[in-house]
């Protein structure tokens, strides 16, 4: 948007920041800012708590999109601050790709990375086989932790 319209990315952040000030539902995502209204309005969301290394990442991504979950977020339980969770926002192939792009070109870590690698993700999922599929990939790789209820 910056480059659109010819001011620095600066003013866009403040003028999202006032937008979003006034009751604006817009969020910050990996993708850039999107409107809330605009996410998936699947079925069902689902937690699933996972743990794996950095390198593993994008495996843990790619299997979740493809068996055809919408993965909205990220959450760790940190000693401290308690609940830490980060917008995902992550539907496609080419969205986990971009991700990883960016993740390693930042050098940023992962949430996970607080609590030794186990996190949580919240999925939208259309059904229940779909996060079954979900859970099953996961648990082939030896991701998945546990199964948690619907939210």
Request: hydrophobic share 45%; glycine share 6%.
């Amino acid at each position: 948007m910056a480059h659109r319209f010819g001011v620095s990315r600066q003013v866009i952040v403040t003028d999202v920041a006032i937008l979003r000030a006034e009751g604006a539902q817009i969020m910050a995502t990996p993708q850039g800012y999107t409107a809330i209204s605009r996410a998936p309005a699947l079925v069902e969301r689902k937690l699933i708590a996972v743990k794996h290394t950095r390198a593993q990442t994008e495996d843990e991504l790619m299997l979740m999109v493809q068996n055809g979950a919408y993965v909205l977020d990220v959450i760790v339980e940190h000693p401290i601050y308690g609940q830490i969770t980060g917008n995902l926002f992550l539907r496609s192939e080419e969205d986990v790709k971009r991700f990883i792009e960016a993740l390693n070109e930042t050098g940023a870590s992962l949430l996970s990375s607080l609590t030794g690698g186990v996190h949580l993700h919240t999925l939208a999922v259309p059904n229940e086989l779909t996060y079954e599929n979900v859970r099953l990939a996961l648990a082939s790789r030896g991701y998945l932790l546990e199964e948690h209820k619907s939210i």
